[in-house]
């Protein structure tokens, strides 16, 4: 079955520090794409990075990067310079169900807590 | 401004009660979705359309309906609400299947 798992139900970390988020997922697939997604408070969902499978350069995007281990099927999320406004729920989510790319698999979610 | 919209934000209903759910996308994408959040389970998709006339089901979509008659609109029907019905419904739409998805604000459903 296609699943995403993000073991860390909570995490935290000080301001202007690094954290990882894990994210592991299953699929037979051999090309897909995986996302993170963050939530804010606020609920809306705002993406944080891409990244695709056949693609072995690791995507980033500013103080958000991804180290991605395909044969692993591991996905996580590094943000370096953590920043109060970082603090939200991360979902880690992917286009892992074969023949059906518009099927978007998430994980249950981070919640990161960001401490001054 | 790009956006997603859906309507109502908030709203409790009762059990057997149809109700219909919009939404509502101005940038012209092909594809668009439905998801539920639910404490501890994250989002799980109810269904999917990939263009107008098409579409196609997600991991939970027994009790519920969609209809996409024109590009910009996919609304979410609920044709005998439940309470286990009771969630956070998000609606998304994206260019591509695999390009970043445009999430609406959400809307809160309450089945008492």
């Known amino acids: 079955a296609q699943t995403v798992t993000q073991s860390q139900p909570e995490m935290s970390v000080q301001e202007a520090e690094t954290v990882t988020l894990s994210c592991t997922y299953d699929t037979s697939e051999s090309d897909y794409y995986l996302f993170w997604y963050k939530q804010p408070p606020s609920r809306q969902m705002i993406l944080v990075i891409r990244q695709e499978a056949y693609k072995q350069q690791n995507a980033t995007e500013n103080r958000f990067s991804v180290n991605f281990q395909k044969a692993a099927k591991s996905f996580s999320l590094k943000i370096s310079d953590s920043q109060l406004g970082d603090a939200a729920m991360y979902f880690c989510a992917g286009t892992l169900i074969p023949g059906s790319q518009g099927n978007l698999i998430f994980g249950k979610g981070t919640k990161l807590s960001v401490k001054p | ?112």
């Open chain 2, 1 to 112: 401004e790009a956006q997603v919209t859906q309507n109502p934000r908030y709203l409790i209903t009762v059990t057997g009660k149809k109700l219909t759910v919009t939404c509502s996308q101005n940038m012209n994408h092909e594809y668009m979705s439905w998801y539920r959040q639910d404490p501890g389970l994250g989002l799980r998709q109810i269904y999917y359309s990939m263009n107008v006339e098409v579409t196609d089901k997600g991991d939970v979509p027994e009790g519920y309906k969609v209809s996409r008659k024109e590009k910009r609109n996919f609304p979410l029907i609920l044709e005998s609400p439940s309470p286990n019905q009771t969630s956070l419904y998000f609606c998304a739409s994206s260019s591509t299947l695999v390009s970043e998805q445009y999430f609406g604000p959400g809307t809160r459903l309450t089945v008492t």
